[in-house]
């Protein structure tokens, strides 16, 4: 097995663990209410240990490959807090854990910008997906740090990321017209993943009630206003939808991209009690920007300062 095909076979892990994980975070605040949820111990466990599988997904496909040099920094720290959680007990209060978060945040955006740098122009669409990640990463550490809340409409910049995204999964081999109306008509299925949940809340008060409990609570989100869990949820259901649809188009590795941001991005705005949580959207952002068709940014900068100084020897 060659490293490509290895790094592929990790993917798929790190695609079961993420699906793991997404059921367990909405499965887990329902698990208090009075409500039957069958084979509920058996998804919990599940959950669990969905955890390790994104984390040793993530440190072994950071550090086998060779694209993105800040992720090997960034998953050797992840070893590193590994130990020391084994040999120092209760260190998530001390300034060792801070610092922890902190270099593993500028190793973390550094990969994030860096694999954005390294992408195609079409991925210049993926910026606003790298703003929020960006965004909720530093709030996450004021939070948790400075003990300062840096206050914003989260359901603003999470629907700016899924239109950037939608125009992302248009753009796509765009010039395969029957194959994209293809992939969207197949895709159709994933609206309702969260639009059953849209029209139950739209019409059953006592459930809105309960879901603008359990939805903040599964993805991590704060809501400034009670009315947002509505259009959260329409939001929601397009994100899915083009995951789906980009999946089906060959672009697998950007649609798990988007699917681990927008299912782990606000983990964090309370404070990381996990630092995987914080490492889980920067590794997003690297993977929507992974596959390429065309020349990257640098390469396209490269050429045309190339050209500039080849017509200047030349006048």
């Known amino acids: 097995m060659n490293n490509s095909q290895l790094l592929k076979l990790i993917l798929i892990f790190l695609s079961i663990g993420s699906i793991l994980q997404f059921v367990f975070e909405f499965i887990f605040p329902i698990s208090y209410l009075p409500i039957y949820v069958p084979g509920l111990s058996i998804i919990l466990e599940l959950g669990n240990f969905s955890l390790y599988i994104i984390f040793i997904s993530i440190i072994l496909f950071s550090l086998l490959q060779r694209k993105i040099k800040a992720l090997i920094p960034l998953a050797t720290l992840l070893l590193i807090a590994t130990a020391i959680s084994a040999l120092k007990s209760n260190y998530s209060l001390s300034p060792l854990w801070y610092s922890l978060e902190v270099i593993l945040a500028i190793f973390g955006i550094s990969a994030a910008i860096e694999s954005q740098v390294k992408s195609s122009l079409v991925n210049l669409l993926n910026l606003p997906t790298l703003f929020l990640v960006l965004f909720v990463t530093i709030t ?176």
């Open 140 to 315: 996450s550490l004021y939070i948790d740090i400075i003990h300062i809340e840096i206050l914003t409409d989260y359901l603003l910049l999470t629907a700016l990321s899924v239109i950037s995204f939608g125009l992302y999964t248009i753009s796509w081999r765009a010039n395969e017209v029957k194959k994209a109306i293809v992939s969207f008509l197949l895709s159709i299925p994933a609206l309702f993943i969260f639009l059953p949940l849209y029209f139950i809340v739209s019409n059953n008060r006592f459930m809105e009630i309960i879901m603008n409990m359990v939805i903040p609570s599964a993805f991590g989100i704060v809501f400034s206003s009670p009315y947002y869990l509505q259009p959260f949820l329409l939001i929601l259901s397009l994100a899915m939808f083009f995951i789906v649809a980009l999946a089906i188009k060959r672009n697998a590795i950007s649609a798990l991209g988007y699917f681990i941001i927008i299912s782990s991005v606000f983990k964090g705005i309370s404070g990381y009690g996990l630092l995987i949580y914080m490492v889980e959207p920067l590794f997003g952002i690297v993977l929507m920007n992974w596959s390429t068709e065309e020349k990257h940014i640098l390469e396209l900068i490269r050429t045309l300062v190339q050209r500039q100084r080849f017509n200047k020897q030349f006048k």
